[in-house]
Structure formats: C-alpha cells, structure tokens
C-alpha cells in the first residue's frame, strides 16, 4: 500500500548563502518573505508566491562544527521561542533543520518536496514496509496553536527527500517553530507576476534510470505516468532526438487521496497538480545541461522547477526588469516560416514574445468534439527559462503559462537545450553577448 499524498506543502532549497537566494527570490521573482525560523544553528526563510512556497536553509558548512559544538549547539534548541516536542528531536540529526535534514551536501541543492498526507505514522509503516529509507522517523512539533507530526524519507533520486506532513490539527497559518509575518506587515502583492503555483518539478537522473525511478513513485506514493505526448511510447518515453538534442523524458502526477474514493475535507480536487517530470539524456551526446546537471551537482537531483503564471508576458517583462536572466532563442527563432501566425492565432503578439523571449508551442487536440472550432483545437504552451540560480550549472526556474496544453512542447524543448549549450560554449569559451538575454548563434533554427 502506498502512502495518500494530500497536495505539495513546499519545496526546500540548501544553500550556503540563504540571503543572496532570499534577495533574488524577493527583489528578482517577486516572493513574499512570510515566515523564519531564526536560531543559533539555523536559518530557514519561508517565500510565498500564490500558491508556490519555498523554504531556504542555510546549509552548514561541514568542517567548523564539532561533535560538542554542536551538541551543545543542540541544547540550545529548547531556548526557542516556540515550544517543541524536544525529546524525540534529539534522536535525530535534523536538528538544525525543522521539518527537514540538514545535509552536508557539497553543492548548493533543491533537495526536499514536502508533501501533506493524512497519517503520517501510517504512511510511515507502509513505506517502512515497502523497504523505504527513513532520515527522520515520525516526529511532532508543536505550539500554542496546535500539534504538526513529520517524517522525512529519502527518494531513490540523489540527495532528493520528502517530508510527509500532517498538519490538520494545526490552527496556525504555517508550522509550528516558525514565526510568521503578520499580514499587515507584508508588502503588497505583485501583480505584475501572477504565479499561482508549480506546475512540474524536472528530476535529472542517469541514463536508463528512468524505469526505476517511474516505479518508485508509482510503488510508493501512487504516482501515475502520464503522456506528455498522445502517441508516446510507454517503454521509451517522449523521445526528443534530433540533430544536437537527445533527450528522454516521462511525466507523473500524483493522485490525491480524495480522488481514490476516500472524501477528505482537507484536500482540494480543483487544487492544481505539480506535475514530476523525468529527464535522462540519450547515449552519444555532446556536452549538454542533463550531464552538466548530473557532473556539477554531483548526483541525480532537482534540475528545474516550472512556476505557472497566468500572464508570461507581464511576469516575464516584470522579472527581467528586476534583474533575472532568461535564456532566449535567436530572433530566427520568430522568424521561421508559421512562427508568426502561430503566435497570432494564439492570440500573442510575435514582437513581445520575442521581446522577452518566451517560447509558444502548439499541440493539436486530438479529440475535439464537433463543435470545437478551428482555434480550440489548438492547445498552446508558453514558456522561459531562467539561467542558474546558483553558482553552478545546476538549478534554474521556469515561467510556464499553459493554454490547454498539459504536456510539454518539443519545438520548446529543442529551443532551451540549444540556448543552454550555446551557454555553456560561451561560458568555456569566449564570453560575448552577456547581458540579460544571452542568444544562442542565429541559423542554428
Ligand atoms: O520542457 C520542460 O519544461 C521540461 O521540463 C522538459 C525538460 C526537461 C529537462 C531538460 O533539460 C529540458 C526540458
Ligand atoms: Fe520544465
């Protein structure tokens, strides 16, 4: 039996300057700040945009601590202004991490997706019972507005784990142990960037991995495969190879446990699903971002995550303003023959896609009812990519922007991996064209 996955809680980052990734997660993507968790031995920063939360910890550096040090650094805890179940906190190394571990993980790293179940010592037993690997047995933590209970497995993905979460009993806004923004404290949203939440999260993994990885998923947290193209092949994926790109990609989804028959109040079917997508790169590449990830990450991990606004134009103009640097094709790009009318049919105009260098594909419905017309066949996707938010070639985001299209477009994927690989020839190489639209070499399209 698998464990019922309620919804996506948050997505936690390490790094080893938390206020750099806060400043440009605030000044630079326009997230909201609205809860910390400040003490002796740790930092984690909470940023809200609609939906989507992030929280930032600030990664200890392994050499400086000592065993003592941090045991008495460990005394310290109970100290905190929040109350917690301290004795069973002890038992383990996380610590300075709430809600989490504290890896010593060499490179800055998106590492936990933390989702909400209904039980956690039952999803606990089942997974124990499937063979799963534990870093934080059931635990509970608690203030003055109630009780939250987690445990934190590790996935069969590099250093990614998952925080299951149970906080139906928690009156507060967040969790217990943070201190929370009053509302009136925060400033006020941003309209220029409507993200309401993540749409997919892209896990990098080996060559051949997939398979393994697709089971995992589905053995223990009843993910289920989904096409991102209708006539995918269910062993090979959806293959995008051609001329210098090669890559494989699978999606998943994850049911929630109100749509297996149980009715949960606390789970919301309108609530939008972040899709996991998987990506390995095809034998006999060149240099490419799957390996480069794989190489500078030191393991198969997070490689992106796809934020879902409403409006890419405004959110994309917006961010760049504010200092982001988007990857962005060529003007060939636009120029191609059908490029144009496609963008118009999809009711944008080409000059500011190109402009801010967002991406339009488009799919054909393939079972329009009668009365669809000719435009409602078409499902479109837009989307931009941002170039690496850390010191390596690691971690990027994405803006995603879906009209009808729910999988992902092959004339976008090509564009990206030909930006990325220009990219990093430039970065090797020569260091032209900087800016905060780097162009790949035009007539590559
Ligand atoms: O298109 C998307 O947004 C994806 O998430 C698919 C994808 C996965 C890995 C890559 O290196 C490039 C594209
Ligand atoms: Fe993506």
């Known amino acids: 039996m698998a464990a019922l996955l309620n919804r996506l809680h948050h997505i936690s980052l390490h790094v080893s300057n938390a206020e750099k990734v806060a400043s440009d997660l ?22 809200r945009k609609g939906g989507a939360v992030f929280i930032v910890n600030e990664r200890q550096t392994q050499s400086g601590v000592s065993l003592n040090e941090e045991l008495r650094l460990t005394d310290a805890y109970p100290c905190d202004p929040h109350p917690v179940n301290v004795g ?35 999803s606990f037993r089942a997974l124990r019972n499937l063979g799963c690997n534990f870093m934080v047995p059931p ?25 299951l979460i149970d906080r139906t009993k928690y009156m507060g806004s967040f969790l217990p142990g943070f201190d929370v923004i009053e509302k009136d404290c925060l400033p006020e949203e941003d309209m220029s960037c409507p993200i309401t939440h993540f749409d997919h999260i892209t896990y990098v993994c080996p060559k051949k991995a997939t398979h393994q990885v697709m089971r995992w998923y589905e053995k223990l947290f009843g993910f289920q495969r989904f096409f991102i193209k209708s006539n995918e ?24 446990c109100s749509e297996a028959g149980i ?17 390995e790169s095809l034998p006999g590449q060149g240099r ?61 105009s080409p000059q500011l896609l190109a402009q801010n260098g967002i991406l339009l594909d488009t799919d054909l419905c393939q079972d329009p009812s009668p009365q669809t017309t000719s435009s409602e066949k078409k499902r479109h996707l837009l989307q931009l990519f941002t170039k690496p938010l850390f010191a390596e070639d690691t971690f990027f985001l994405e803006l995603i922007e879906r009209r009808g299209a729910t999988g992902f477009g092959e004339g976008n994927i090509r564009a990206l991996w030909r930006s990325v690989q220009a990219h990093m020839e430039n970065q090797t190489g020569d260091s032209q064209g900087e800016g905060s639209h780097k162009t790949m070499q035009s007539g590559q399209y």
């Open 263 to 279: 009715t949960l109040s606390s789970v919301d079917k309108n609530e939008p699903d972040c899709k996991f997508v998987i990506a």
């Open 26 to 47: 605030v000044s630079k993507f326009k997230f909201s700040l609205f809860a910390t968790r400040l003490t002796d031995t740790s930092r984690q920063l909470a940023f």
């Open 288 to 348: 490419n971002q799957v390996d480069t990830f794989l190489e500078q990450h030191r393991a198969p991990g997070i490689q992106h995550i796809g934020l879902y606004t409403e409006d890419i134009v405004s959110s994309a103009y917006a961010m760049a303003q504010a200092g982001v640097e988007f990857f962005s094709p060529p003007h060939a790009y636009y120029t191609e023959v059908g490029k144009q009318q496609e963008i118009v049919d999809a009711g944008h």
């Open 88 to 122: 069973k906190y002890l038992q383990d190394n996380s610590i300075k991490c709430l809600y989490d571990i504290s890896p010593h993980y060499p490179v800055d790293s998106v590492s936990n997706v933390c989702f909400e179940v209904e039980d956690v010592e039952r």
């Open 139 to 163: 635990t509970t933590v608690q203030d003055e507005r109630g009780p939250v209970t987690y445990s934190v497995v590790k996935s069969i993905v590099g250093n990614v784990c998952h925080t």
């Open 233 to 256: 092949d269910v062993d090979e994926g959806f293959v995008v190879n051609h001329k210098d790109v090669g890559l494989r990609l699978t999606a998943m989804e994850y049911w929630k």
